[in-house]
């Protein structure tokens, strides 16, 4: 039963980020899943975007946290391969 109400709980959190532009720290660390001293790190170090509106309150704009999990993807082998290839034919044709 308990297990059960967790559950839903956490289907609710997920459905309210869906609906949340702005996120606080708290909903910021777990909508990232990172620790709050880390988040801390990465917000005092200028890492990942931010906004203290009255200089002490962390604010998140969510789109943005997601523009910055997205930077710096990893390419598959067959991208790679790929991009190999139109290098090659590439450089033929001058």
Known sequence: ????????????????????????????????????SYLYQLTSKGIIPHYKPQGKMIYFEKELLEDWLRQNPIRTKQELQNEAANRVISSKKK
């Open 1 to 36: 039963m308990n297990e059960n109400l967790e559950m839903r709980v956490s289907a609710l959190e997920k459905h309210l980020y869906a609906l949340k532009k702005i996120l606080s720290f708290e909903e910021a660390s777990k909508f990232l899943n990172l620790s709050k």
